[in-house]
């Protein structure tokens, strides 16, 4: 089944301590990308990767970095979590940046 | 930045009744796409409507594109309870590998 698979689905943590959150997908996508969603701002882009080893900033990129080191897998790393990142993210992929995208079923991370 | 605003934020409606969400841009685009999310899920993409077309549909699903106003509008016919929803509008705004959603419209169908 084509999918996107993100992990873990929810994340509680507290201030400071570095956590990853994986996504990966099985559809050879070159396009992914890392979404937060917050009530009342929609969807917004943090980082998208074009291909592997390419990966440019969206419009939220403060305080995460990612990685494309494999074509099916595009982590999100927080350094450094802050309160303010306490969100709901979505990894999705495509076959570019302007094709359908596909979402992965999100993360509810929550930073104390 | 916010590149699509969808209008109105929030739509109650009856079952059978059509809804129409719009969404103004700012910028030139390639193509318009329209997604759907049940609450707190991720997105499923409905339709993309490229930049040199004027009206698509896809089952119940109408959506029309205005370039010179910068706007597009998605209709719902005959709307189901099933239909209740988030609905979504993103554009890339000619911006190379960024897609861009607005705040989006949350849809009530009431049975």
């Known amino acids: 089944e084509a999918q996107v698979t993100q992990n873990p689905r929810y994340l509680i943590t507290v201030t400071g301590k570095k956590l990853t959150v994986t996504c990966s997908q099985n559809?050879?996508?070159?396009?992914m990308s890392w979404y937060r969603q917050d009530p009342g701002l929609g969807l917004r882009q943090i980082y998208y990767?074009?291909?592997?080893?390419?990966?440019d900033k969206g419009d939220v990129p403060e305080g995460y970095k990612v990685s494309r080191k494999e074509k099916r897998n595009f982590p999100l790393i927080l350094e450094s979590p802050s309160p303010n990142q306490t969100s709901l993210y979505f990894c999705a992929s495509g076959e570019g940046a302007w094709t359908e995208a596909f979402f992965g079923q999100g993360t509810r991370l929550t930073v104390v | 930045s916010q590149q699509g605003e969808e209008d109105p934020q929030a739509l109650s409606i009856q079952e059978g009744e059509n809804a129409t969400m719009n969404c103004s841009y700012k910028?030139?685009?390639?193509?318009l796409q329209w997604y759907r999310q049940n609450s707190g899920r991720g997105l499923v993409h409905l339709i993309l409507?490229?930049?040199?077309?004027r009206e698509k549909h896809s089952g119940r699903l109408r959506v029309t594109l205005d370039t010179s106003k910068k706007s597009s509008s998605l209709l719902i016919t005959a709307s189901r309870a099933a239909d209740t929803a988030s609905y979504f509008c993103?554009?890339?705004?000619?911006?190379?590998?960024?897609?861009?959603f607005g705040q989006g419209t949350e849809l009530s169908v009431k049975p």
């Open positions: 910028t030139s685009i390639n193509n």
């Open positions: 990767s074009m291909n592997v080893e390419v990966t």
């Open positions: 993103a554009t890339d705004g000619n911006q190379g590998g960024k897609l861009i």
């Open positions: 409507i490229r930049s040199n077309e």
């Open positions: 559809m050879n996508h070159e396009y």
